[in-house]
């Protein structure tokens, strides 16, 4: 296994979290409940853009179960886990490794994005992240909901609200209301007592879901 891939593989945690979950702790009452059921598990962070998007790409639309024995099949193509490593790979070796076509687009697309310097990956960290969600959806198989699992798995940034996500408005509903169903608009209001936490509440109501926790 190549440098890049055992780097991917490390896992860190964001330095905001036990002073995001004292402020959740104090304002919201399902937070008072959940945050001490799941001790010292967090958000981690494998530390590898490009590998973090092509995982959620591999992912997109079939189970965990499922993303995970692609992944281990496509990961094993090139030398290393790279833009140009990948852009060197045969479509039908690809193919076979359980991608569908319009996959192997997005991958082949992702990777030209990163190796021709269209994504300004050095700049991220100064940006802020409706700039990083405007790079990102410029890419091929990548949309809102995509880039802010982005934010928050990779960059960890610590106030994203993903209204797109069918776990986290199921989560609210079953939390909040009772099971009803709910809207954007009624999961943007739970959220207001989140802030500037948003990240670390939405991680909380996906265990509530889901207590194993998936990294990207």
């Excluded at 997005?106 to 030209?112: A, T, W």
Aim: contains cysteine; aromatic residues 10%; hydrophobic residues 45%.
């Amino acid at each position: 296994m190549s440098d890049i891939q055992n780097a991917s593989d490390k896992l860190a945690k964001p330095d905001y979290w036990d002073d995001a979950c004292k402020h959740l702790i104090k304002k919201d009452r399902v937070m008072k409940r959940l945050i001490p059921r799941f001790g010292q598990v967090c958000l981690q962070s494998r530390g590898d853009a490009f590998a973090t998007l092509a995982r959620s790409v591999v992912g997109q639309q079939i189970s965990v179960k499922a993303a995970q024995t692609v992944w281990d099949r496509f990961v094993k193509l090139p030398r290393q886990m790279t833009p140009a490593q990948v852009l060197r790979l045969k479509i039908d070796d690809m193919r076979a490794a359980g991608l569908s076509a319009r996959k192997v687009e997005y991958l082949v697309d992702l990777s030209l994005h990163f190796d021709s310097g269209k994504v300004h990956v050095e700049n991220w960290t100064a940006m802020d992240d409706e700039a990083i969600v405007d790079e990102l959806v410029a890419i091929r198989g990548i949309g809102r909901w995509t880039a802010e699992m982005f934010l928050i798995f990779h960059l960890m940034r610590p106030n994203v609200l993903p209204l797109d996500d069918v776990g986290l408005i199921n989560g609210i509903s079953k939390s909040y209301f009772s099971g009803e169903a709910v809207s954007r608009s009624d999961a943007r209001e739970v959220a207001l007592a989140w802030a500037p936490y948003r990240t670390v509440a939405t991680w909380y109501i996906w265990r509530s879901l889901d207590p194993v926790p998936v990294n990207y």
